[in-house]
Structure formats: structure tokens, C-alpha cells
């Protein structure tokens, strides 16, 4: 067992004690870890980026190329595969695919996850989930964790048929959303042979309660309640609805955490519109299906993993903490907990100087030894 603090010189971040951030608060709060990415158009000025933001990060050392692929749902699957620059095509090599956020596409976050473990040497691969950016999927925005998880063993399937990829080397991390997301996959598929997540959120947990358990049984039915009216609507032919999210301007009196995603999803640090998308849906969730995490239970299990291993990081002033806490706690060894000192939730999205590279390298370099 093993928990590890990382010093650093960034400044504590202090959140403010948001009371009642259940489901009726997701559209102002995002406590449901689905921000959305969109254009600054008509929004206030920019704020000056965070020390170390550098969420479209590019190398020299690392050469890129889109990749399509299947799931097992015959949907198709966008991802950029990412090769060190001098790859020896005779030898096979450790692969790690990564997860976006929840709400958010492959260009925000995972691509520059996949490029930096690119540069130690590792393929990797940043997809996009289905429903969202360039992956198939409709209703646009759909939540199905079920397919999400999918999404992640059918990458597994792709690389494992690459001529420089060792199949039996193949891991995967996942931030935000998609941590919940990847370790829903490994549970059933041991060909993920590692796993990390970074600001991970228990979307289950997320929207069964709220951060904090915060959300009351009465704002549960009544989120649930909402939705099952919205089917009627949209099976009537009704336009569809969407919730939570990043909105495209702050409220009036903006707490820490709509502050924290507007400054990156809303604002040129991280804002990315994929081809199509209109700026004030891209990545919002529908109402109609975001129910579903309802029914999403990512940790039951979670020690059934065991002995691949798990790594857990988390900022320690992050709003999402006590997912990965809660992971942890739950998980068989070999396992690790690693703070992030003075980091929030989103500054280990982009901030390259708060990131623990090193520390995701060696765990994978161990993990996947030849």
C-alpha cells in the first residue's frame, strides 16, 4: 500500500464549500464532471493562462496520425495515434491509450497526455469516446457508460493488431470521466495490464449524489423525473435538451468550481469546437440520457483488477479527490495514491509543470516491463 504527496511551488488553491451541488446545480457547477469546450466568442476576456498551461502542447519528438477503428458495437472510433520519432519498426512496443474528460474531445487533455508518453518511448493512443467529437454515435452528446467502457477495450483491439505494438503490453489512463470510464473496462478485460487516472470522477457516484453527497433523494427523483418527461418530448419529435456543462458565460457570482472549467473550456487555454458542433451544445450532455450514470457503479469490483496495477493521481486541493480516495480504498494491490500538492482538479488537465510525468512513466515503464 502506498501514498504519495508531491511537493511543488504552485500556490494552494482554495475552494469554496459549495453547499447544495447536487443534480438541480449541474448546470452552473459542472459537479458532473461534464464540462464543455466551446469557442470565447461573445464571452468576457480571457483570463491570463495558469503557470505551465500548455493544453495543445507539440513535439518533435513524437510523430501523429489519425486512426479509425470499430468497437464491438460496430461504431466507429476516432483516435490520433502517437509514435516516438525514432521508432525502430522492427521492435514492439509498450502502448497506452488515453481518455479525455468527461464532455470534452481527444484535442483537450488526452492528445497531450498521449504525446507526452509518446516521448518516453511508449505508443499511445487518444480517442475520442462515441458520441462525442469525431467518433460515430447519435444522438450527439448520448451518455452510455456501458459504450464508453467499450470504447476503451476496442482501442485495445486496434493497437494489439499493430506490427510495432507488443499486445501484452498494452495499458491505458483516464482522466476525469474517463477514469471511471477505463477502470469499468479493466474490470472485464485483462489486456489492459495498467491502469492510471488523473482528477478522476466516479460519474455514478457523481450523479447519484452529487460532490460531497450534497444531493438530497428529492433532487435525485426530480432530475430523474425531468429526464423520463424529456424522452416524451424527443420521441414526439420535440427538440432535444441538454444539461450541466461548462455555460458559455460565467454567472453573476461564479463559485470556484464554475470558475475553474469556464477558465479552461470556455477561454483559448482549452477550447476546442470540433467540425459541426454548435459552441453552445459541443460536449453538453443530453438530459434525456444523462440519467444513465444513475446506473453506473465503476468501483464495485474494482478489486477484481488485482495484480495488474493501479495508480491513483489527484491534485490535493482538487474538488474531485474523494473519487480517487474512494478508489483506492476499495482497490487490491498493488495500488499507489498520489497527491499532486497544490493542484485543483483542472490544472492536472494542462498544466505541464504541475503533471507528474516521471511518476507516469515509471509506473507504466514498471508496469509493462518487457
Avoid at 464508453?148 to 476496442?154: H, I, K, L, P, V
Avoid at 483488477?305 to 490535493?316: E, N, V, Y
Wanted: net charge positive; with cysteine; proline share 6%.
Amino acid at each position: 500500500m502506498k501514498t504519495t504527496r508531491m511537493k511543488t511551488t504552485a500556490g494552494r488553491r482554495e475552494f469554496v464549500k459549495a453547499a447544495g451541488t447536487g443534480m438541480a446545480a449541474l448546470g452552473v457547477l459542472s459537479v458532473l464532471g461534464a464540462p464543455v469546450f466551446a469557442a470565447a466568442q461573445g464571452a468576457a476576456a480571457a483570463p491570463a493562462l495558469p503557470t505551465g498551461a500548455d493544453n495543445f502542447y507539440k513535439s518533435g519528438k513524437v510523430t501523429v496520425q489519425p486512426v479509425r477503428f470499430r468497437n464491438q458495437y460496430q461504431m466507429t472510433v476516432a483516435g490520433n495515434l502517437f509514435l516516438p520519432a525514432q521508432l525502430d519498426p522492427a521492435l514492439r512496443y509498450a502502448a497506452i491509450i488515453v481518455g479525455h474528460p468527461m464532455g470534452a474531445v481527444k484535442e483537450q487533455s488526452a492528445n497531450l497526455y498521449a504525446t507526452k508518453m509518446a516521448e518516453q518511448g511508449f505508443v499511445a493512443l487518444s480517442l475520442d469516446l462515441s458520441f462525442w467529437g469525431e467518433s460515430e454515435g447519435r444522438p450527439r452528446n448520448a451518455v452510455s457508460p456501458d459504450i464508453y467502457a467499450e470504447d476503451f477495450s476496442a482501442a485495445v483491439d486496434f493497437l494489439g493488431a499493430q506490427a510495432v505494438v507488443d499486445s501484452e503490453r498494452i495499458a491505458a489512463i483516464g482522466i476525469c470521466g474517463s477514469g471511471s470510464f477505463v477502470i469499468s473496462a479493466a474490470k472485464i478485460d485483462p489486456r489492459i495490464k495498467a491502469v492510471a487516472t488523473v482528477s478522476m470522477y466516479d460519474m455514478g457516484s457523481a450523479s447519484r449524489h452529487g460532490l460531497r453527497r450534497s444531493q438530497t433523494l428529492a433532487q435525485r427523483q426530480a432530475y430523474i423525473g425531468a429526464a423520463a418527461r424529456q424522452r416524451q418530448v424527443e420521441f414526439a419529435g420535440g427538440a432535444t435538451a441538454y444539461t450541466s456543462g461548462t455555460l458559455p458565460e460565467l454567472s453573476a457570482n461564479p463559485s470556484a468550481i464554475e470558475r475553474e472549467f469556464h477558465d479552461f473550456y470556455r477561454t483559448p487555454r482549452g477550447a476546442y469546437i470540433p467540425a459541426g458542433q454548435l459552441p453552445e451544445r459541443a460536449t453538453r450532455p443530453t438530459l434525456s440520457s444523462n440519467v444513465k450514470f444513475m446506473n453506473f457503479y465503476p468501483f464495485i469490483d474494482i478489486e477484481t483488477i488485482s495484480p495488474r496495477p493501479l495508480l491513483f493521481i489527484t491534485g490535493d486541493q482538487a474538488h474531485s479527490k474523494e473519487f480517487s480516495e474512494d478508489a483506492y480504498r476499495r482497490a487490491a494491490e498493488p495500488k499507489e495514491l498520489h497527491y499532486v500538492a497544490g493542484a485543483g482538479h483542472v490544472d492536472l488537465y494542462d498544466r505541464v509543470t504541475l503533471i507528474p510525468w516521471d511518476k507516469l512513466a515509471s509506473f507504466f515503464q514498471r508496469a509493462l516491463a518487457a
